[in-house]
Every structure is written in C-alpha cells, then in structure tokens.
C-alpha cells in the first residue's frame, strides 16, 4: 500500500467535493467561500493526476494505474461518509492528509 | 415506450435489465469477489496445514523430498510457499504419463519440513472460482451461456444507468440518510459510481473472457470454421526447439537448487514463484525458475523465466517472447485485470472491495424496486410478482451469503474421513440455500430480512471462534509465525458478520428509532431506511 | 386519450398496445441485436484492414459494445417502428458484404 497516492486522491476529492454548492454547505455552512470554486475544481484534479504518479512509479503503467483506480474508489467512499456523518471534521482532516505526504515521504526517504 | 424520452426509456431499461436476473448477478458478483482469494480460501480450509511456515531452504528440501518421493518422474512442479499460501505445492508425472494442468499425482508440503501434510477431501475456493462463471450441477455449456447473458445484461445496465442518473457529478459524494426511498436511491448511486470503472472493466473483461464462445462468428466467418488456425495465428507462439536425441539419457545428479534460486533472487524482487523440473536425475534434465508477480498487462502479466541446465546447473538462454499486437494487448489487459492472476496483495484487496461493492450496489437495486413500491403496496394490497421478488430478494441478498458459511461450516464440521466429503460441503451450500428460499416465502418480509442477517451474521462469527476452541486460531498463528494468510480470511468473516449485524440494527422496529425526532410517514411500519 | 393501439409517438397506448410495443423491442433487441452483431462481427472481420488474426480480435472485442448500443436503441427509438427501421438498415451493410462473399466463393 503506497499512503501517499491515498492521501493525495483524498485531498484532491475533498477539493472537488468543496468546490460544489452543496458539499460546502455541508461542511462550512452559510459562510461565504474563500476560495473560488473554479480554483477548488482545479486543485482538486491536479491532485488527482498527482496521485497516479506513485502506483505507476511502483507498478509500471498498466498495474499502477489498476491500483490507482482502487485508491481513488476507497478514497471517495471515506469522502461521502465524512461529508454525510462528520462535516466539521472535513477541514482539519484535509490538512493532516496533505501534510502526511511530504511527512511519508521524508520518513520513507530517511529509511531507505 | 413510445412518447418516452431518452433518460426515462433507459431507467425503464435500467429497471428491467437490473431486475430480471439480478438475484443471479448478485450471485455471480459475490462469487467472483470471493474468488479474488480463491488459493486463499482453499489454504483456509484445510485447517491441517495452517502451522506451515516458509523457510528460505524450502526450495531444496523440496527437492529432497520429490527425490525421495518420484524419483523416476518425468516432471516435477514445485510452487514455493508465498504471500498467498505457505505451503509447498508438488505435482509429477510419470514417465509416458501425459501432462495436464490437472493431472498427474500432487502432494503439499509443509513450506519448513517439506514433509507432506494432510489434505481433507474438499473443492475449497474452486468451488465457488467455478461457480462464478459455471454454476454448478449443469453442462459447463450450458451454465456460460446463462452466466454470459446475465453479463450481457449487467452490461446493458450499467450503461443504461450512466445514461439515467442526470447528476451524476453534482451527486457523486451526496448521501442522504434517513431518507426512505431517497437514500436506497443515494446508495445505489453511490456504490454504482464510486467504483464505476471497476464494475464497467469486470463486466466487459467478462464477456471477452467467453466472448469465443458467445460471439465466435468473426472467428468462423474468417476462418472457415477452422478455430485452431485462428489460434495458433494469433498465439504468437515461438518456434518449438529441435526436440534431443532420445537416445542419450544417462543418470546424472540433479545440480543443487538453492545456488539456482539465490541467482534468480538477484534478479526479481519479489522472488521465485515456482520450479519445474523435467526429467530429473538424467543429464537431460532442465530447471525452469519462474517469477513472483508481473511486469506488465500488456502480456497477460507474464513473469520472468530463467532455464537452467539441470546436471550442470548451467543458465540456458531463453526463447525471447514476441511482443503482443495491439488488439490481443486489449484483451490482455481486460482479461488479467478480471482473472488477477498476477496481483500483490494490495491490489487483490482493493478489487475484492470493489467486488464487494458491486454486489452491494446490485442487492441496493433490488432492494430499492421493493422499496419504491410500497407505497403502491399499501393501496393496491399484495401482488405476487412483488411478493416473488421480496422473497428472492431475501434469499439471494441474505440467504447465499448464509449458504457460503453452511459451506464453511460443513469444511470444519464433516469427518475427514468421510465418503463423498467435498461432494457433501457442497451439498450444505445448497441445502442452506434452499432453507433460506423456504423461510423467505413463508416469512413476513421484514422478519426475513432480520432473522437471516442475524443467522448469517451469527454463523459467520462463530467460525474463528471454534477455530480458536479446537486448538487452531489463526491469530495466534500468525502473531507466532508471521502467517496472516488464514488471519486474514478470519478477519474477513468477523468484518462481514458485523456488516450483517449492523444490517439487523438498522432494521430494528421504527419506534426505536424514533427516540430523537418522529419517524418520516412515508416510510410506515414496512418502511426500511438505511 | 387514445385508446387504440398506436404507434404515433404521441398518442398514449392502450395496455394491450403497451404490452405489444414491448414484445416488439424485446424481440429487436434480443434477437435482433444478436443477428446483426453477429453478422457486424463477421463482417468486420473479413473487412478491416489488419492481419486476418488481428482483424478478428478487433471485430469481437468490440462486438460486445456494438450489441449493447443496439439494445439501447431498441428501448430509446421514438416509436417501434422507427426502431427496426433504423435496425434493418444497420443490418443491410454486413448482410450484403456477407452474401456478396457467399456468392463470389
């Protein structure tokens, strides 16, 4: 299992999820958003392509990105449930999962 | 039909297709997700074996044992213990004998002794492998066509329910609880989008798999019927070597093993899967090493191959293989994606999921046609064809889950000894199953529903539990031994039989639930609601 | 209301029209469907520009597309008869490439 290609698909679904109307509602209420959600949407698939890169780099191409598909689909299934049981918890897990990937990868890198 | 617009045509479509042999999808789902672990299962059900452990001498004593078991074979197949299964797997063939994939006398070792281990009669995972695609008790014929139409359908459903669901972006994360028909809607949705590429893949890779049984008419058409030709075309097979002169077979030692596999080790990191050695103890004998794990799809994840000369130990070239066309590479790809051969563990886990969800997402369906009538119910009273599809709803949903852990039980239960053993596991499946139409026909629909989650999810529970009591417990193996193999399967059963009781929880009666805001009228005393 | 069996796309039909109009596509799309992937697929085979063995697979493959794009227009075509209309010319192609090659064998 590589945590990062998760935590990545994870951030780059809950950015798409809060760009939409009713996902940020849902989790920031009435409160006006900060960022646009054109800018959300974007972030959100860059994170996304991002994501493929550590199956395909582990995997090879064809297997990497059969893993990839597996990731992203448990990663939308934590996103539904957060959003639909705990919306408050929806920011400050989306900062602990961006700030586990350059965390991971220096505890990966100091191991190797 | 006529008048309708294209969206409510194909929800018409959707509904139909979905329905008519949905109990048989669901079936087919959940046999194939199971078959994902299907070395698994069958490593779980034989209990005897499951102190094996694998040793880095493992493939020598292998060898030791073979010697002194069938010297004068022909062929020996060794599988090394791995991630999937820590036992040693032989095979031989005598001298003439003819080889086949199922043939021949095999044996399993014990992965540090290499000495042989007792096996109980017993189909284990094939069983339910073959089931998926073969049902069972009918021509093999017979059984794929039934299995390919079903497929034909589940494709003409997921593309019709693509084409239905018009927010299909704006409602990827909704979820809306507590909702009666809304929310069997929501989770539908859910389970069907979230994992839509998997459900697409699996169920096209399906029909490729038999697609020259269903569709042979390319075949036929081009080649005049000659179906062999059309094989050997396009099987990219290398030339076959200049057969030796026969004459020479003198004894000689076989070289050692274990110098052989350090020198694959080296060069695959997930090390050697499997030795085949041919006419052992001659001079003409060869060992073939071959590769853990895959390269790529694109050739069906062939592994790595390195062929040795087997009295001097001498590495031989190999036949390069060719490289695959571009449309054999697609059904390549499709076809070891759906058969995933070649996955790690990880891989396997994520597709087993996404089979989970796929028979989730077909059970939601049907649920959710039962649901949206009540309303209708209630007016018009009963009507058999809904009263038809309540009860197969059960029975299949429920009461095939509830024959998969009869068949558990009936592996651990029946003396091994037994006549007829692996015929008479299977027999459970299908008496369990039959019992599980029986009381869904002559239960009200909700007690169904609640009295066969609680059976399943009890039966489920309790099988690590009488592991544990008979001495065994695979937890305590694989905190001793560091083999998760069995652990991981008694996992599995406390993580399903806990799903079914939350199933019971949920269906407790509406004034329960009523304890913090009144029960929504739509949804009655027949109401159910996730 | 309509109550005569009617195959206007706006008239409503009768019960007994309903059930007739279903029949009508179930037969299309299930039979139909199959007869002309299989002939599509033959057809293809012998035509598309690839090695014998290649243009085969590629034929087949996409079979499996092609019936399922019947199925749907069977359902989703405005009228019944719009449906085999459009399908008896879908089948037109691959039957005259096929007899055209019977003969000429």
């Known amino acids: 299992m590589n945590w990062t290609s998760l935590a990545l698909a994870f951030c780059g679904l809950t950015l798409l999820a809060l760009g939409m109307a009713r996902h940020h509602e849902q989790v920031f209420g009435d409160r006006p958003a900060l960022v646009r959600p054109a800018v959300l949407a974007v972030f959100g698939w860059l994170l996304l392509i991002v994501s493929t890169l550590p199956p395909i780099a582990r995997h090879g191409t064809s297997i990497g990105l059969a893993v990839w598909a597996g990731e992203l689909t448990l990663a939308a299934l934590a996103v539904l449930l957060l959003h639909t049981y705990a919306p408050r918890f929806v920011p400050p897990l989306l900062a602990a999962a961006a700030l586990s990937v350059p965390a991971w990868l220096l505890i990966a890198g100091w191991s190797r | 039909m006529n008048g309708l617009g294209f969206r409510q045509a194909n929800s018409w479509l959707h509904t139909w297709s979905g329905l008519l042999l949905g109990w048989l999808l669901y079936a087919v789902f959940v046999t194939g997700a199971l078959s994902f672990f299907r070395d698994e299962i069958s490593f779980w059900m034989q209990p005897a074996q499951h102190a094996s452990v694998a040793h880095a001498e493992a493939p020598q004593r292998a060898v030791d044992t073979m010697q002194a078991m069938a010297p004068d074979a022909s062929l020996w197949s060794i599988t090394l213990p791995g991630p999937r299964n820590p036992t040693t797997q032989v095979r031989w063939f005598e001298q003439g004998e003819r080889r086949s994939k199922f043939g021949g006398q095999s044996a399993v070792l014990d992965g540090t002794t290499a000495q042989p281990l007792q096996e109980r009669a017993s189909r284990g995972g094939d069983f339910l492998y073959r089931f998926h695609f073969e049902l069972y008790g009918m021509p093999r014929i017979l059984a794929r066509w039934i299995v390919g139409i079903a497929t034909m359908m589940m494709l003409v459903a997921i593309i019709s329910g693509v084409i239905t669901h018009k927010k299909i972006f704006v409602d990827f994360f909704t979820f809306r609880p507590r909702k009666g028909q809304r929310s069997w809607m929501d989770v539908h949705n859910a389970l069907a989008v979230l994992a839509l590429p998997f459900h697409f893949m699996i169920t096209y890779s399906g029909l490729l798999l038999l697609m020259f049984m269903l569709m042979p008419w390319g075949v036929d058409s081009a080649y005049g019927g000659d179906r062999q030709a059309f094989f050997s075309e396009r099987g990219n097979r290398t030339a076959a070597s200049a057969p030796a002169p026969a004459a020479d077979k003198t004894p000689a030692a076989l070289t050692a093993i274990g110098p052989l596999v350090r020198q694959a080790q080296a060069k695959w990191p997930n090390g050697v899967e499997q030795i085949t050695v041919t006419d052992p103890g001659t001079n003409l004998a060869t060992v073939e090493l071959r590769e853990r794990g895959a390269g790529s799809l694109l050739d069906r994840g062939r592994s790595g191959r390195m062929l040795f000369d087997g009295a001097s130990g001498a590495l031989l070239e190999s036949p390069e293989q060719a490289r695959p066309d571009a449309f054999s590479a697609i059904y390549n790809v499709f076809s070891s994606l759906h058969l995933l051969r070649f996955a790690d563990t990880w891989l396997r886990w994520l597709f087993f999921i996404g089979g989970v969800l796929g028979s989730a997402m077909v059970a939601s369906g049907m649920v959710l046609w039962v649901v949206k009538r009540l309303p209708q119910r209630r007016k018009q009273g009963s009507h058999l064809g809904h009263r038809l599809v309540e009860s197969l709803n059960v029975a299949s949903i429920a009461g095939l889950p509830i024959a998969i852990a009869a068949y558990f039980w009936a592996n651990r239960l029946l003396p091994v000894p037994m006549q007829a053993r692996a015929d008479w596991e299977i027999n459970a499946f299908f008496i369990a199953w039959l019992a599980c139409l029986a009381h869904a026909c002559f239960r009200p629909h909700r007690k169904a529903w609640k009295e066969q989650l609680g059976a399943l999810a009890l039966l489920l529970a309790l099988l690590p539990l009488h592991d544990l009591l008979r001495g065994g417990g695979s937890l305590l193996a694989a905190v001793s031994h560091g083999s998760w193999v069995a652990a991981g399967m008694d996992f599995a059963l406390l993580a399903f039989a806990a799903l079914s009781a939350a199933g019971v929880y949920f269906l407790r009666p509406a004034q329960a639930k009523a304890g913090k805001r009144a029960p929504a009228p739509a949804e009655g005393i027949e109401g159910v609601s996730p | ?105």
């Open chain 3, 1 to 105: 209301m309509s109550t005569k069996k009617s195959s206007g796309s706006g008239a409503k039909l009768s019960p007994a029209g309903h059930r007739w109009n279903v029949a009508s596509r179930t037969l299309l799309a299930v039979a139909g469907g199959y007869a002309i992937t299989a002939m599509a697929t033959a057809s293809l085979g012998l035509a598309l520009p690839l090695p014998r063995a290649q243009a085969v697979m590629a034929a087949t493959l996409f079979s499996f597309a092609l019936y399922c794009a019947l199925v749907i227009w069977a359902y989703s075509a405005a009228t019944a008869r719009r449906a085999w209309s459009v399908a008896a010319v879908l089948a037109a192609l691959p039957a005259a490439h096929l007899a055209f090659r019977w003969v000429a064998a």
